[in-house]
């Protein structure tokens, strides 16, 4: 990207883009944790078990959300150079 030559209708998509990408990243991430929670519900896991669930329910969140930015930006970035 050259910043600096962009006019103000393309700065505007792009924090509209970034804005789009965080908003989605963080409803993915809650979802993947969310279903990882619920699921382990049935199964009545308790102490050490429960716990390694739910943190590996926040790192695959967490992926998730990172996956989605980059997805996002990068399919942006590739229509702005089109010219789209």
């Not at 102490?47 to 930006?73: D, F, I, M, N, Q």
Request: proline content about 1%; glycine content about 10%.
């Amino acid at each position: 990207m050259d910043m600096g030559h962009e006019s103000r209708g393309e700065k505007d998509a792009m924090t509209v883009e970034i804005v789009f990408a965080l908003v989605t990243a963080t409803v993915l991430a809650a979802a993947v944790f969310a279903a990882v929670a619920v699921l382990s519900l049935p199964f009545d896991l308790s102490g050490r078990t429960r716990e390694l669930t739910l943190k590996a329910g926040a790192v695959l969140g967490g992926a998730a959300g990172v996956w989605r930015v980059v997805r996002v930006l990068v399919r942006f970035d590739r229509h702005r150079r089109l010219g789209r």
